[in-house]
């Protein structure tokens, strides 16, 4: 079965920690084959929906779907098969290298009748070769920059084999250019592999650049969803995320650019940058 052919569906979940209800009642469909990045502000639920569509939480009420079968129901080994997740802080064992940690995404393909094989040092060996980091294998983790840490975590995501990916906030505490590197791997995945991914990101310019599919929350519930160019204006900013800004066209992609306005160094506000003043020398 390809990833155009899983569907991850939440039916009218209610989700929370405790008695501390944060999303009630949702719905959403992940359109297969395509990148869905979901956004909005802090502790709107995004994180929340992930982690329950990826069956680490399970809804007080309503139901996670993945192909016709409630989640919950389904054996977390035939889940991993077809779903993998990746927290926004995974944490590895000190000292494990590179090679282990992406090893430990084949697990769900063993039993105690089939143990390791050379199809899984295969899955291994490619899973490092996508994310160009098979030079890296015999490192520790701990010893790696923050991008190819995040990449040797992509890379057990891969070995997993699944054909939908889960992703909270791939790109935290990376600088600009690190985050840019993984994206473009994410994106690089998807079009050459038609996974389907779904997730989580904090910054609005990179999840409509990176993005297919936007899903927009706020107080745990969904305001908007479709492609960046149909949802994304200034009225949308101002009420989701109380952000005052203008909606140009990027440049570079073509797709929306948010211009924060702010209150100072503003064209025409108080506090902008004044007009640099032309040398006054004698003569």
């Known amino acids: 079965m390809t990833s155009a052919e899983h569907h991850l569906t939440a039916e009218a979940v209610t989700l929370g920690y405790g008695d501390r209800v944060i999303v009630d009642g949702l719905s959403l469909e992940i359109a297969p084959g395509v990148v869905t990045t979901v956004i909005g502000p802090n502790g709107c639920g995004k994180s929340t929906l992930l982690r329950s569509l990826g069956r680490l939480l399970r809804p007080s009420a309503g139901q996670v779907v ?11 080994r035939d889940v991993a098969r077809i779903v993998g997740m990746l927290p926004q802080t995974p944490i590895a064992p000190e000292g494990l290298t590179v090679a282990d940690l992406v090893a430990r995404g084949r697990h769900p393909h063993q039993s105690w009748i089939q143990q390791w094989s050379a199809g899984d040092e295969d899955a291994v060996a490619v899973a490092l070769a996508q994310t160009g980091i098979a030079d890296l294998a015999d490192r520790p983790l701990d010893e790696l920059s923050g991008g190819q840490r995040q990449r040797a975590w992509i ?17 935290t505490y990376l600088d600009l250019a690190h985050s840019l590197e993984v994206l473009d791997l994410v994106d690089r995945l998807h079009d050459d592999f038609g996974r389907t991914v779904v997730m989580v990101l904090h910054d609005l310019n990179l999840a409509i650049r990176y993005s297919d599919r936007l899903v927009v929350m706020a107080d745990g519930r969904i305001v908007a969803q479709g492609a960046p160019a ?13 952000l005052e800004a203008t909606v140009l066209d990027d440049p570079m992609s073509g797709r929306p650019l948010v211009v924060p306005i702010g209150a100072r160094h503003v064209h025409g506000k108080p506090g902008a940058d004044a007009p640099a003043k032309a040398d006054a020398h004698p003569g």
Do not use: C, H, N, Y
């Open 155 to 171: 890379s057990m995501a891969l070995a997993q084999g699944t054909d939908i990916l889960l992703l909270d906030e791939p790109t």
């Open 230 to 242: 149909a949802i994304v204006t200034p009225e949308l900013l101002r009420e989701v995320f109380r």
């Open 66 to 76: 993945l192909d016709g079968k409630a989640i919950s129901a389904m054996r977390t």
